[in-house]
């Protein structure tokens, strides 16, 4: 990928970037975690709920598909996905958008040399927004830029959605991790009553315990060096107070927490932390980020099977995963290799299922907001539940 016509752009430090990616105060592409504060997050995590309640039956999921039918998406994902792509997929299907996609660029003109600036700039022709998925660390960055240039010149030009860049940036799987934790961290359950919730309970054994995303204790392993999704996910926690971060990883350079990661978490307040046996810190952590030893980026995919991958230190055994504090839950953004055996599915801390599932609820509330059409679904959410009785605190 040549992207020497956006080196300098490219080459700038992120805080100067950011309102490149913005309009009025709302996102104009999703490029970077760094785009996202904590109103933000919150807003969407709202917004996700709603998504998600209104698409719970045919009367209200009309409504939802009835916001974006005049708008069309193009899914332009030139490297390996199953869950980005299928629920963006999801989420266009949930809002009425009707989609297109380019998976495998031997089957469009980039093989006859055509440039994938060019191919970028007729899905803008095309297409009202476009979410890609590429192995070039810094090409949807830099689609971006084309964007923000054709719209310099009033010509035509579309957001963009980054859906996983290189080893560096997988801002909307750290916005769909967020979700899950701020669910799991509410502590709440249908089951509660104004006497006794699931809260009070896990306090019995943790005092300390929290709702919410401030003071806890965060643990990830697997390949930290090269894993897009960790990247963008501790860039998201840093925004939270009284944060801890325990790294886990091989003894391999390029497994390793990267040293400016580490340099720009320590600046924004969070405990960094390294270790090299997942067994060193499960009982400790208030949710562990699981991934996998990410071997495509080796060019000889030496690392699928290497020593780094079948470790035991880097495998969340169900033995471990029972010694981990009750309440801690699991994720891991998938696919899995070795990492997580089977077993472990059925313990309850495992929530890396329904973090999957809740894609599609972040990636429609997401299109929601770019299309600015956040605001119907929240009025509309009002209308259709402002009856409903609040089982925790017993008022309307
Ligand atoms: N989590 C994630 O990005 O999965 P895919 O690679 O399957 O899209």
Redesign the pocket.
Known sequence: MDLTAYERRLSRPTRIKLPEFQRNGRLKHVIFADQFDRPMLENLDTLSNMVRELARDRETQLFLRDLLPHKRAMLYFTQ??????LSFTAACQLLGMPIAEIRDPSVSSEYKGESPFDSMRMFSSYFDLVVMRTAAAGFAEACAYLMNDLDEFNERHVPVVNG?SGADE?PT?ALLDIHTIQRCFEFASERDSSKRTRFDDYRKTYPDLTRGLDSKVYGFCGDIGRGR?VHSLATLLALYSDVQMHFVSPPDDRMRLPGPMRESLSAKGVKVFEHDSLADIVENVDLLYMTRIQWEHDKDNSGRSGPAAVDPNFVLTPELADRMKSYAPILH???RNAEIPFEVDHNSRAMYFREARNGMWVRAALLAHLFDVDGLIVSHHREVFSHYHDYNTGSK
Do not use: L, N
């Not at 390996?80 to 792509?85: G, P």
């Open positions: 390996a996905s199953t869950r980005t792509f996983g997988h799987q999704t953004p998938f696919p």
